[in-house]
Nanobody, 118 residues
Framework: VQLQASGGGLVQAGGSLRLSCAAS???????????MAWYRQAPGNQRELTAR????????TFYAESVNGRFTISRDGAKKVDLQMNSLKPEDTAVYYC?????????WGQGTELTVSS
C-alpha cells in the first residue's frame, strides 16, 4: 500500500485547512486495512497520534485531546482519509503523516507540513 498525503501549507491562527491522504495498491492489500490515521510530529517532539478512523461497524474514531473538537477525520472506504482542521493554533504546527495499518503491517505516507502563524 502506498499513501500519498497532500494539503499542508501556511495558515494563520484561527484558520482552517484540510489534509488528504490517498491509498493505492492491490485490492487485496487495501481490503486488509483496519485503521487509517493521521499522526503529527512537531520539531523536537516525538510523532504522536492525532486522529484515527477504525474500519469497524461503527466507524469509531479517536482524537488526541489537543485536537478534539477542532479536527475531524473522515474517510472514503479504505482509499482516502481526510483531516479537516479548524480553529488552528500555532501549536498545531508540525509535519503530518498519513498512516494505515492491517493486523500485521503498518504503512506510512510522506509527511505534509503545516505551519500555523500567530
Amino acid at each position: 500500500v502506498q499513501l500519498q498525503a497532500s494539503g499542508g501549507g501556511l495558515v494563520q491562527a484561527g484558520g482552517s485547512l484540510r489534509l488528504s491522504c490517498a491509498a493505492s495498491g492491490t485490492s487485496e492489500s487495501i481490503f486488509k486495512i483496519i485503521y487509517m490515521a493521521w499522526y503529527r510530529q512537531a520539531p523536537g517532539n516525538q510523532r504522536e497520534l492525532t486522529a484515527r478512523s477504525a474500519f469497524d461497524s461503527g466507524g469509531s474514531t479517536f482524537y488526541a485531546e489537543s485536537v478534539n473538537g477542532r479536527f475531524t477525520i473522515s474517510r472514503d472506504g479504505a482509499k482516502k482519509v481526510d483531516l479537516q482542521m479548524n480553529s488552528l493554533k500555532p501549536e498545531d504546527t508540525a509535519v503530518y503523516y498519513c498512516n494505515a495499518r492491517t493486523r500485521t503491517v503498518v504503512y506510512w505516507g510522506q509527511g505534509t507540513e503545516l505551519t500555523v502563524s500567530s
